[in-house]
Structures are given as C-alpha cells and as structure tokens.
C-alpha cells in the first residue's frame, strides 16, 4: 500500500511560479515509480510528468516541457513539482501517482490507468 498526500496548490497569476509537494508513505518510496497529472474542468485527467524510481528519468508533456520541473527525494519520501512561467490554462486539480512495476530500468509511465495510488489532489488556479 502507498498513501499520497500533495499539497502546495493555490491561486496564482499568470507567469508566477508554484512548487507542489507530495508527501508518501507505505511501502518503501525508492520501489516505485511516479507521476504527476491533472484534470481541468470538463476535461480529462492529463498526464504531466513522470520520474523513475531513482530519478535516472524524466519526462514531461509537451505543454509544459521547458515550465515544470519533477523531483524527488528518496530520503524524504516526497516527490515534487515545480512550476514555472505558469498559464491560466495550467488551471486544474494536480495529483500524484504511484505506479508498483518490477522493473528497475528506470522506464517511466505515462497513462493514469498504469497507476496503483493515487493522492486526493491540490488544486491550482492561475489567473489572467
């Protein structure tokens, strides 16, 4: 079992920055894989960035390469995202994801349904 908790969302202004956090506990955290995605209102959850287990990978949607930023600290069991240049259409509910895969290639996942956990998600607003 993984349990997520992000927190960090809030409302911002078009081209401030914001950092998400997400804090995990459970099986060890080095043993998984994770993500960030979000889901904007009437539309479907997205994914936003992946980074295996040991940070070896990284990968990011095409709408916000360049912008975000994800990181974890295995030490501390959390994973983070760090958003730059930040556009209203960046607008929704952010969540992490865990995905438990035995593979350690540092292969990364990018469909929700490829996640085990999942956190309850913070909310980020920019405005125009």
């Known amino acids: 079992q993984v349990q997520l908790v992000e927190s960090g969302g809030g409302l911002v202004q078009t081209g401030d920055s914001l950092k998400l956090a997400c804090a995990a506990s459970?099986?060890?955290?080095?043993?998984?894989?994770l993500g960030w995605f979000r889901q904007a209102p009437g539309k479907d959850r997205e994914f936003v960035a992946a980074?295996?287990?040991?940070?070896?990978?990284?990968n990011y949607a095409d709408s916000v390469k360049g912008r975000f930023t994800i990181s974890r600290d295995n030490a501390k069991n959390t994973v983070s995202l760090h958003m730059n240049t930040l556009k209203p259409e960046d607008t929704a509910v952010y969540y992490c994801?865990?995905?438990?895969?035995?593979?350690?290639?540092?292969?990364?996942?990018?469909?929700?349904?490829?996640?085990?956990?999942w956190g309850q998600g913070t909310q980020v607003t920019v405005s125009s």
């Open positions: 994801a865990a995905v438990i895969s035995p593979y350690t290639d540092g292969r990364l996942y990018f469909v929700g349904s490829q996640y085990d956990y």
């Open positions: 459970g099986r060890p955290f080095s043993s998984y894989d």
């Open positions: 980074i295996s287990r040991r940070s070896t990978n990284t």
